[in-house]
């Protein structure tokens, strides 16, 4: 169920050097279960 829809305004070079960084582990913290997959 969709409880609401909404935009996030972020750096692609800021979320670029996180993933650099902390690879999946970073991806599984900014992602849903099913957007990981």
Do not use: N
Not at 3 to 20: H, P, T
């Amino acid at each position: 169920m969709i409880f609401g829809v909404g935009i996030d305004i972020v750096e692609i070079d800021r979320i670029a050097a996180s993933y650099a960084r902390f690879g999946e582990r970073f991806a599984q913290r900014i992602l849903g279960a099913r957007e990981f997959e």
